[in-house]
C-alpha cells in the first residue's frame, strides 16, 4: 500500500535561516509528487510538483524540491525563510494513472522565529 | 486563477442536526469534485470522489449514509453531514479538477479554504 512520511512533525527555524522539509514515499512505482502549504484556517496551495525529467524542481514562493529515486523522497527546501513561511507544509503522491486520488502525508508544521 | 469557495466558512450545530456544507468552483467548470477530512494536527483523509451528474465514490470506511454528496452541476457538490454527533466535528476542506488538462490531473486540483465543523 502507498504511503507518505513526514519524519518531522515541528521545525523551528530562524528567519532568513535555511528550511530542509523532509517527505519519504512508499509507492508501486515512481509516483508524481507535490508539496503544498497550508497556512492556518486556510485551504491547501500547490508550492511545486514533479511529474518527470529535471529531479530539482523549483517552486513559488522560493521553494524547490529535489526527486531522489534511490532514497524514495523529495525533500523540500528554502534557501531563506521569511515569517511569512511559518505554516503547515503537506507532502503528497498519485499515481500515473486517471485515478486523480492524492496521498498526503501528516504534514510538518514550520515556526519561524525572528 | 481557479478559485474554489466553500460555504460555510464555519458551522456550530447541535448534535442531531444535519449540516449542509457548499462547494463552488467560481471561474471554472470542474466535472470532478473531491471532499476531504482533516482532524486537528493531522492530514488531510479523502472522504470521497463527486462527479457530475452520478453518484459519489466513498473511502473505504466513510459512512456514505452519513456523509451525502451532490454533485448537481458543473460548479457546485454539497456534502451534508447528517445526524451530526461531536465526533462529526473537524475541518472539511474540497477540492475541485479543472476540465484543463495541463498532464497529471492532479495539477490541477484547486483547494477551497475548508469548513470548520463543530457539533456540540
Known amino acids: 500500500a502507498q504511503s507518505v512520511t513526514q519524519p518531522d512533525i515541528h521545525i523551528t527555524v530562524s528567519e532568513g535561516a535555511s528550511l530542509e522539509l523532509r517527505c519519504n514515499y512508499s509507492y508501486g512505482a515512481t509516483p508524481y509528487l507535490f508539496w503544498y502549504v497550508q497556512s492556518p484556517g486556510q485551504g491547501l496551495q500547490l508550492l511545486l510538483k514533479?511529474?518527470?525529467?529535471?529531479?530539482l524542481v523549483q517552486g513559488i514562493k522560493g521553494f524547490e524540491a529535489e526527486f531522489k529515486r534511490s532514497q524514495s523522497s523529495f525533500n523540500l527546501r528554502k534557501p531563506s525563510v521569511h515569517w511569512s513561511d511559518a505554516a503547515e507544509y503537506f507532502c503528497?503522491?498519485?499515481?500515473?494513472?486517471?485515478?486523480?486520488?492524492?496521498?498526503f502525508g501528516a504534514g510538518t508544521t514550520v515556526t519561524v522565529r525572528a | 486563477g481557479a478559485v474554489v469557495s466553500q460555504h460555510p466558512s464555519r458551522v456550530i450545530c447541535k448534535s442531531g442536526t444535519s449540516v449542509k456544507i457548499e462547494c463552488r468552483s467560481l471561474d471554472f467548470q470542474a466535472t470532478t469534485m473531491f471532499w476531504y477530512r482533516q482532524f486537528p494536527k493531522q492530514s488531510l483523509m479523502l472522504m470521497a470522489t463527486s462527479n457530475e451528474g452520478s453518484k459519489a465514490t466513498y473511502e473505504q470506511g466513510v459512512e456514505k449514509d452519513k456523509f451525502l454528496i451532490n454533485h448537481a452541476s458543473l460548479t457546485l457538490s454539497t456534502l451534508t453531514v447528517t445526524s451530526a454527533h461531536p465526533e462529526d466535528s473537524s475541518f472539511y476542506i474540497c477540492s475541485a479538477r479543472s476540465p484543463v488538462f495541463t498532464g497529471y490531473v492532479g495539477d490541477t486540483q484547486y483547494f477551497g479554504p475548508g469548513t470548520r465543523l463543530t457539533v456540540l
Open positions: 514533479y511529474f518527470s525529467g529535471d529531479t
Open positions: 503528497a503522491v498519485g499515481p500515473r494513472s486517471n485515478d486523480y486520488k492524492l496521498s
